[in-house]
T-cell receptor, first 119, second 113 residues
Framework: GAVVSQHPSRVICKSGTSVKIECRSL??????MFWYRQFPKKSLMLMAT?????????EQGVEKDKFLINHASLTLSTLTVTSAHPEDSSFYIC???????????????FGPGTRLLVL | AQSVTQLDSQVPVFEEAPVELRCNYS??????LFWYVQYPNQGLQLLLK??????LVKGINGFEAEFNKSQTSFHLRKPSVHISDTAEYFC???????????FGAGTRLFVKA
């Protein structure tokens, strides 16, 4: 099946610093990428939707100046948590959507997630 | 707007017993339905999906789900569970590959020896 990778898998940073998380579709071109956040023992909440070459669409309540999303190419999207604080500690999961596996059907594939801990 | 309701937050069951995890959804348009499993400290793994066609969908690890349009349900079943099935299970809905996925709150399946 199609593969989506995230880097880093785990990051610890000091409060006030910025952290960049990368999401890559390894074997297909992703027309759309999504960023989700998961709190401990909770479900996934969509943060934003990004399309290559255009501004991301943020869900209600998500601060776009705090969570910067860049979708510079059809295989890469980045999420930057700016001036991170302990309450930003969470599990961040991306997904990439595109025709994969030799089909023309657009399917969504999830990355393995990035665990962020802000001290 | 779409929504997903997982009726049970936790389901304890003995090993080798059958299990059903319930999921109901609401949507004004046709949707695709998914079940994902998440093991502790790991990402999501797709168990199965319903896009169209047969309403009984078979997935990995012996799981299956049945789409019931009239009841707007997509319950997940397994005839005999193993200890290794202990995990969090998420039901999800999407309008299509290029559309966002809405997740249910999750059901914690706990298989006891």
């Amino acid at each position: 099946g199609a593969v989506v990778s995230q880097h880093p898998s785990r990051v610890i940073c000091k409060s006030g610093t910025s952290v960049k998380i990368e999401c890559r579709s390894l074997d297909f071109q992703a027309t759309t990428m999504f960023w989700y956040r998961q709190f401990p023992k909770k479900s996934l909440m969509l943060m934003a939707t990004s399309n290559e070459g255009s501004k991301a669409t943020y869900e209600q309540g998500v601060e776009k100046d705090k969570f910067l999303i860049n979708h510079a190419s059809l295989t890469l999207s980045t999420l930057t948590v700016t001036s991170a604080h302990p309450e930003d500690s969470s599990f961040y999961i991306c997904s990439a959507s595109g025709p994969a596996g030799g089909t023309t059907i657009e399917t969504q594939y999830f990355g393995p997630g990035t665990r962020l801990l802000v001290l | 707007a779409q929504s997903v309701t997982q009726l049970d937050s936790q389901v304890p069951v003995f090993e080798e017993a059958p299990v059903e995890l319930r999921c109901n959804y609401s949507s004004s348009v046709s949707v695709y339905l998914f079940w994902y499993v998440q093991y502790p400290n790991q990402g999501l793994q797709l168990l199965l999906k319903y896009l169209s066609g047969s309403t009984l969908v078979k997935g990995i690890n012996g799981f299956e789900a049945e789409f019931n349009k009239s009841q707007t349900s997509f319950h997940l079943r397994k005839p005999s569970v193993h200890i290794s099935d202990t995990a969090e299970y998420f039901c999800a809905v999407s309008e299509g590959g290029g559309f966002k996925t809405i997740f249910g709150a999750g059901t914690r399946l706990f298989v006891k020896a």
